[in-house]
């Protein structure tokens, strides 16, 4: 199958200036290099600590940040090439979901408001198709449509965050980037807004990237999960794949820190040391050397290649080239 999306050599860095005349003396890597693809209709998971990048590369494929390198194509479609106006355009096939419906949803705004805007600015719709599109935009994230006419305040964090799929949904996108999506909420809540988004991937045929901290619910929604560390992808697997046998030591450690639910499982663990490195000044090589257990001479000097260890596994490991 044709990929949906694929991410070619991706790099977001951002300037270190200095002094009276803003010399650039370096560049923080926000994402250094990164690459995958993801197939229409699949959930691709992005772990990893704060700060990793995993925000950074979701806004930059949807040029909510302009990349500093690399391809992102979109059904071919090289979209960073696309001029401004073609590009507005193209951003009805993709949206976002972000991690705070408190801080991404106006409080001045009513939810037909909120609902409406993107309709009026990328559709020439009459007013009532508007009020039907905002009709059924409700009733798919299940609000009834009767709360249109109130405000965000009115409504509890789990119904917020039902509005701010409501309005990533508003253009029928093909491809929404979850960021967090759960995380701001009760763990009570999480699983049904989960559900309420596989159920909409379904019924909309949409493909997430899907960017979470929390290995639980990637472990529950995602089909292929991809790892970053300070700007880089370290490892990317099928879901169940990377959760039976994680193969670079740094997602051994992110897992390691998740309790087992079989005590009889023994599952080797590796509990990190040390902080994660200053993102200005990162470490020479692997950027995991300065954590990892089992660094080796080479792991200083070369940065590890990024290679498909497995048919669908791919690993930036010294330990697995040969
Ligand atoms: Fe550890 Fe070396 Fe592998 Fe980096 S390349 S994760 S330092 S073994
Ligand atoms: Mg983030």
Redesign the pocket.
């Known amino acids: 199958m044709k990929p949906l999306l694929e991410v070619k050599d991706l790099k977001k860095h951002y300037p270190i200036k200095k002094g009276l005349f803003g010399k650039q003396v370096g560049a923080v890597k926000a994402v250094d290099g990164v690459s995958f693809s993801i197939q229409p209709g699949e959930t691709l998971g992005i772990v990893g600590e704060s700060g990793c990048g995993k925000s950074t590369t979701g806004r930059t494929i949807l040029r909510l940040i302009e990349p500093t390198a690399g391809e992102v194509l979109f059904d071919g479609q090289d979209i960073r090439k696309l001029p401004p106006d073609e590009m507005r355009k193209f951003r009805t096939n993709m949206q976002i979901v972000f991690q705070d419906p408190y801080a991404s949803l106006d409080p001045r705004w009513t939810v037909q408001r909120t609902l409406e805007e993107p309709l009026r600015t990328h559709l020439k719709l009459s007013e009532a198709e508007i009020k039907d599109r905002i009709a059924e935009l409700m009733s798919v994230v299940g609000l009834a449509p009767y709360h249109a006419s109130r405000f965000p305040h009115e409504f509890s964090g789990g119904q917020r965050q039902r509005i701010g799929i409501a309005r990533a949904l508003a253009l029928r996108p093909k491809f929404v980037v979850c960021d967090e999506p759960v995380s701001a909420l009760d763990v009570s809540i999480q699983a049904q807004v989960l559900n309420l988004m596989q159920d909409l991937q379904s019924q909309f045929s949409l493909t997430y990237m899907f960017i979470s901290h929390d290995l639980s619910v990637v472990k529950f929604i995602c089909d292929r999960v991809g790892v970053m560390y300070l700007g880089r992808m370290v490892e990317m697997a099928p879901t169940a794949e990377m959760f039976a046998e994680p193969l670079?030591?740094?997602t051994k450690a992110l897992m390691s820190a998740v309790p087992v639910p079989d005590p009889e499982a023994t599952r080797e663990r590796i509990v990190l040391t040390g902080d994660v490195p200053n993102p200005q000044s990162p470490p020479t090589g692997?950027t995991?050397?300065t954590r990892?257990p089992?660094?080796?001479d080479s792991?200083r000097q070369a940065v590890?290649e990024w290679r498909e260890v497995s048919p669908g596994r791919h690993v930036a490991?010294?330990?697995f080239e040969q």
Do not use: K
């Open positions: 670079h030591p740094y692997c995991f050397h990892c089992y660094v080796m792991c590890p490991c010294h330990l």
